[in-house]
């Protein structure tokens, strides 16, 4: 239900469920493991070709923030369920596509395993309202 460019949902959402290819995806993410150990392991892909008529060259940009913002609704959806989840970025996107065998118009963007917390997060700072909100009168 996540807002997309033109409402064309130009993204794509792989679950894994391959024991032996999450091992790889572990190892193309510079060995996090516990991307393995997630009973639910979702890999959020753009996907351009959907929008490429319609919007051209911006079709790459709106394909980059329909599938991140995607991935945000499943992080916020995961959390209202009780769940628990972190974005994944750091990896080496030629090996996820190579071992995903993506189609070439299509890029991973984030891999987000999703379970049950074992631990609780340690409080969060963030820059403030005053150093992010710039206004402009
Ligand atoms: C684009 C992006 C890439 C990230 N990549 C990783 C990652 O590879 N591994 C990881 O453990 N966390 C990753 N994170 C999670 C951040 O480290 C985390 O969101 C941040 O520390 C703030 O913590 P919080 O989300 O619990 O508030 C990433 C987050 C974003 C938005």
Redesign the pocket.
Known sequence: MAPSSGGLQTFEIYQIKNKEIKEKLVSA??D?T?VAQAPLLLVFCTNPSRSVERFGERSQLFSVQDA?ISTAYA?LTAHVLGLST??????DEKKVSDILKLPIEQKPI??LPIGYENEK??E?TTRGIKDILHIIE
């Open positions: 993410a510079k996090q516990f991140t992080q972190v974005w994944v970025g750091a990896f984030a891999i997060p340690k969060k």
